[in-house]
């Protein structure tokens, strides 16, 4: 199932709702085991399950839909009731959460890009066209249908010409030569070579004061 279409942000702890989506793992392992003995005692004996099973199934779904409401996937609990989750599974609200991760670290990236000032503290005109393409991207994260999955990935996993800028204005020491190599290569054929050359020589720093242009 497609978990990013809807436009709604993440709206909880990342690291909360991902121990929330153990705890429901394990308690779906354990109602599981308890199902299947139900199941089988109803067949042969026509026994209604246990109130028990039942009242810990309700609990199972209540949280199952505050998880996805809280990662956006439905917007109110009260969906849930309409069947609005019906079709949504643990594993679609896994991937909706490495989805939020990813763009948060998107949106970092881009905010970092914008708080770059050449070292005297001016803003060259080459450094323009950089800053206009991280506002289009942070402008598209906010209206996810017309988000590039591509481009989220690149940028989240610093292989995206813009999160290499940051990387060689940040630390370039920590860089390998194979890297730096690659990454002038990149801002070259992104932005053109005077961007490559200020970032290669180190005269690019972040402005701790501004974050957008």
């Known amino acids: 199932m497609e978990v990013v279409e809807r436009g709604d942000m ?120 950089v800053f206009d393409d991280a506002e289009i991207i942070k402008q598209r994260l906010s209206s996810w249908p017309d988000v590039d999955l591509q481009v989220v990935n690149e940028l989240s996993a610093g292989v995206h010409p813009l999160s290499q800028l940051v990387q060689l204005a940040g630390a370039t020491e920590q860089l390998t030569d194979q890297q730096w190599h690659e990454f002038m290569e990149n801002l070259c054929d992104a932005y053109g070579r005077e961007v490559s050359i200020v970032a290669a020589r180190g005269r690019l720093t972040f402005d701790a004061e501004t974050s957008a242009m």
Request: include cysteine; proline fraction near 2%.
């Open 10 to 129: 993440v709206k909880a702890d990342f690291d909360d709702l991902e121990f929330r989506l153990d705890q429901l793992a394990t308690r779906r392992e354990r109602l599981a085991d308890h199902l299947e003995a139900v199941a089988e005692r109803l067949t042969r004996y026509g026994e209604r399950p246990p109130i028990r099973l039942l009242n810990d199934l309700a609990t199972f779904r209540s949280e199952f839909c505050s998880v996805a409401c809280d990662l956006g996937l439905i917007e109110t609990d009260v969906e849930s009731e309409n069947g609005e989750s019906g079709d949504l599974s643990l594993d679609d609200l896994r991937r909706r959460l490495d989805w939020g991760r990813r763009v948060e670290k998107s949106l970092s990236v881009l905010d970092q890009v914008l708080k770059l000032r050449r070292r005297d503290g001016s803003v060259s005109e080459d450094l323009h066209a």
